[in-house]
Every structure is written in C-alpha cells, then in structure tokens.
C-alpha cells in the first residue's frame, strides 16, 4: 500500500500572477505563483522582439548564404 500523507497539497485553480494582475490559473502546489515574464508579455511571444546586430554579423550571415537581398547583385551587373 502506498504511504499517506507524503504528497503536497494540489491546488486545481492555482492563481499565476504577473505585475499584480491574474494572468491564468493551473494546477500547483501553490495556491499563487508570482512571476515577472509570462507569454503575454515576453517579447519573443508578442513579436517585438528586436535582433541585436552587433558587428553586422546578421549581414554577413545573410551574404555568405546567399540571403541577402539582390540590391547588391543588380549594382554589379548596371556597372
């Protein structure tokens, strides 16, 4: 038989908190949850999320794979 009493208590409609507003609600072992990041408000979820590009490591990337844009292609060619 298995022992009794050695699981936490479960709360069904645990509250998740964010900047002091209800966010949702899911089971826990705690009848609140506090956090300071959640979907809602994250950037790569609200997509705002912005690409630091330091060095212009993005461009080159984007040339040595050939996914850069075609501007640099059609400049050689009218020359």
Same mark, same amino acid.
């Given at each position: =038989?298995?022992?009794? @009493? /050695?699981?936490?208590?479960? *709360?069904? &409609?645990?509250k +998740?908190i964010?900047?002091?507003? #209800? +966010?949702?609600?899911?089971?826990?072992?705690?009848?609140e949850i506090h #956090?300071? +990041?959640?979907s809602?408000?994250?950037?790569?979820?609200?997509?705002?999320q912005? /690409?630091? @590009?330091t060095?212009? %490591? +993005? &461009? %080159?990337? =984007?040339?040595? *794979?050939?996914?850069?844009?075609?501007k640099?292609? @059609? &400049? @050689?060619?009218?020359?």
């Amino acid at each position: =038989m298995p022992k009794s @009493d /050695i699981h936490p208590t479960w *709360y069904p &409609d645990a509250k +998740v908190i964010c900047n002091g507003e #209800v +966010v949702m609600t899911t089971g826990a072992t705690q009848p609140e949850i506090h #956090v300071d +990041v959640w979907s809602g408000n994250h950037p790569f979820f609200t997509g705002t999320q912005k /690409i630091l @590009d330091t060095e212009g %490591r +993005v &461009d %080159r990337f =984007m040339k040595k *794979y050939g996914m850069g844009s075609t501007k640099g292609k @059609d &400049d @050689d060619a009218s020359s």
